[in-house]
């Protein structure tokens, strides 16, 4: 699945069952008026999974071990808040960028700024710092979001800050994030793409020298 980081729909976590190393979710999706099938790729607060049974009205996905270490869908539990997207089509207008549901890491939120102003700071793990830039796209629970301040160079620990719109608050799960929280993040393809061919060439040194940690990877659910 593709999508556009343009949520449809929050949804809310209905059950929450581990089945030996496999976590299954149930999900309610409410008033959203796409209904998946089976098969189906679903992009969960970021992350694409694919739908693994219907129960009634409510969704069922598997997230497998590598999901659940990478992700913030291990933490989940019946209550939660969660952004739904389908997936694109090749008529489906692109309104936001590029998302391919694949979660390069967590960020943890550091400051939430409300009023008319609203703005959330972000501090990106597992050397992602390098694959946001200033007026890029970023990825953020799902939602497509323009990066709209940055850290200097070098700054330690780096951050980022997107700006949130009502619509934004009113549409998805945003309004409830809290500094302490940790949130899917996926930054934006092209720029990784562009980071990937750098460092073969030998002009960027590796992101792996850079943090220690490893270069983003494609994590999401089976068949997602």
């Given at each position: 699945?593709m999508?556009?980081g343009l949520?449809q729909?929050v949804g809310?976590?209905?059950?929450?069952e581990?089945?030996g190393g496999?976590?299954?979710?149930?999900?309610?999706?409410?008033?959203?008026?796409?209904?998946?099938g089976?098969?189906?790729?679903?992009c969960i607060s970021g992350?694409?999974?694919?739908?693994a049974g219907i129960?009634?009205?409510?969704l069922?996905?598997?997230?497998?071990?590598e999901?659940?270490?990478?992700?913030?869908l291990g933490g989940?539990e019946?209550g939660?808040?969660?952004?739904l997207?389908?997936?694109v089509?090749p008529?489906?207008?692109?309104?936001g960028?590029?998302?391919?549901?694949?979660?390069?890491g967590?960020?943890r939120?550091?400051?939430?700024q409300?009023?008319d102003d609203?703005?959330?700071r972000v501090?990106?793990?597992?050397g992602?710092?390098r694959y946001v830039?200033?007026k890029?796209?970023?990825?953020?629970?799902?939602?497509s979001l323009?990066?709209a301040?940055?850290?200097?160079?070098?700054a330690?620990?780096a951050?980022f800050?997107v700006?949130?719109?009502?619509?934004t608050?009113?549409?998805?799960?945003?309004?409830?994030?809290?500094?302490g929280e940790m949130v899917n993040?996926?930054?934006d393809a092209?720029v990784?793409?562009?980071?990937?061919?750098?460092?073969?060439?030998?002009?960027l040194?590796?992101?792996s020298s850079?943090?220690?940690a490893p270069a983003?990877?494609?994590?999401?659910?089976?068949?997602g």
């Open positions: 699945g999508f556009t949520v729909a809310v976590v209905s059950g929450a581990d089945r496999i976590r299954r979710l149930t999900i309610d999706p409410g008033a959203w008026a796409h209904r998946p089976p098969g189906d790729s679903v992350c694409c999974l694919t739908v129960e009634g009205e409510r069922a996905f598997d997230a497998i071990p999901t659940l270490s990478r992700t913030t989940l019946a939660d808040r969660v952004n997207e389908h997936s089509t008529t489906t207008l692109l309104d960028h590029i998302v391919q549901g694949h979660v390069d967590l960020g939120v550091v400051h939430v409300t009023g609203w703005r959330v501090e990106p793990g597992d992602l710092a830039v200033p890029g796209s970023v990825c953020v629970a799902g939602v323009t990066v301040g940055l850290s200097e160079a070098g330690s620990p951050w800050e700006a949130l719109i009502p619509e608050l009113e549409r998805t799960t945003l309004r409830d994030l809290r500094a993040l996926e930054c092209m990784k793409a562009m980071a990937h061919l750098l460092e073969r060439a030998g002009v040194a590796s992101a850079d943090s220690g983003p990877g494609a994590t999401h659910g089976i068949g």
